[in-house]
């Protein structure tokens, strides 16, 4: 059974309607598969999709779903009382719990086959009957404001709500301001660079020193390894230099790129001086780095898997506009009402980037 199917049926079974582009549990490390099932139960809201997680190499796939609530301070008794369920650790898969001042998620991963929709439904109640023992139900009004009557969910960045139209502006036009704000805030381009070099320097240097010690006497190495460090050396790299500026923006995003693949590539230098100390049996001296780095492009491009290397260090260091730590914040939120054939309708603006 295909994604789309094993969806549908369960949105029928629960009287919710499936939409294909749902993007609920879309964020930095998950995916949802085939968009989510979105509907409203006993008075909650909930949604439902397969999911696939990049945290591991080669990612995961999984199930999660998603009640939400109004807004409760009881997040960490609702963790607890799902985690002390009696049965709940039974139930298929590893899972895991996160709670918030308006919603639960509970995820698990399935190394087989999708879970059994009965066991989905079996499990949503299951959470829906913890949360309705610390936080109350929807009722029929707008979740922001509390008095303008709201019965059509509103998907507010991806995630079911009520809002009614009054308070979806006034969000929306309090986020542009913070978002101007904030792309009004100064810029220190200087001290941010030098914290993006000292960041380049020490990370790149601590790549070339632990990969040279691991594989430079060898005689063998790790491709794929030396193809994807670039991520990791690029967030102390950003989170630094961020930090330093003041804010995320378009300057500090190319700085950024260059400074990675700078970054990535002096560690390589370093790993390249330990290997030809093994082969040339010499004591490491900074003459020899120096004559490294002259011919430092000729060894990049040596054969095959050198070539897709420096490939993927070029791509990654691009890349890096993208990722959690590099991309520039988005305030202002999607609003959108999902229409009965799954389709979604926005009923605002794009959400606005700082820039």
């Avoid at 609530?69 to 369920?85: D, G, V």
Wanted: proline share 3%.
């Amino acid at each position: 059974m295909n994604a789309a199917t094993y969806m549908s049926q369960i949105a029928q079974q629960l009287g919710s309607i499936y939409s294909p582009k749902c993007t609920t549990f879309k964020n930095d490390y998950r995916s949802g598969k085939k968009g989510a099932v979105i509907g409203a139960r006993k008075g909650y809201l909930t949604a439902l999709a397969l999911t696939s997680s990049g945290r591991t190499y080669g990612g995961t796939n999984g199930f999660s779903l998603m009640v939400r609530y109004p807004k409760s301070s009881s997040a960490q008794q609702i963790t607890e009382a799902l985690k002390n369920r009696p049965g709940f650790s039974s139930f298929f898969g590893k899972k895991s719990v996160k709670a918030t001042e308006d919603s639960v998620v509970v995820s698990w991963t399935y190394s087989l086959g999708k879970t059994k929709q009965e066991d989905v439904i079996t499990l949503l109640d299951a959470v829906i009957e913890e949360v309705s023992r610390y936080a109350p139900a929807f009722t029929g009004k707008c979740e922001d404001c509390g008095t303008a009557e709201a019965r059509e969910i509103t998907l507010m960045n991806g995630a079911p709500g009520y809002h009614c139209s009054g308070c979806q502006m006034r969000i929306a036009a309090d986020k542009q301001r913070e978002a101007d704000e904030y792309s009004a805030r100064d810029a220190n381009y200087v001290l941010g660079l030098a914290a993006g070099l000292f960041a380049a320097a020490v990370t790149g240097s601590a790549w070339g020193w632990l990969i040279g010690l691991a594989e430079g006497d060898s005689g063998q190495w790790s491709p794929k390894l030396h193809a994807l460090v670039g991520v990791a050396i690029s967030i102390p790299i950003c989170l630094l230099m961020f930090k330093v500026i003041g804010k995320r923006d378009r300057a500090g995003q190319i700085m950024a790129v260059v400074l990675t693949l700078a970054a990535k590539w002096w560690g390589d230098a370093i790993y390249f001086t330990y290997v030809f100390m093994h082969f040339q049996n010499v004591a490491f001296s900074w003459p020899l780095v120096s004559i490294v780095l002259r011919q430092f492009f000729e060894i990049k491009f040596t054969d095959g898997w050198h070539i897709f290397v420096t490939i993927c260090d070029i791509v990654i260091a691009a890349a890096v506009p993208w990722l959690p730590w590099g991309k520039l914040l988005t305030f202002v939120p999607v609003f959108q009402t999902i229409q009965p054939d799954g389709s979604l309708i926005q009923t605002l603006t794009q959400g606005a980037v700082a820039r």
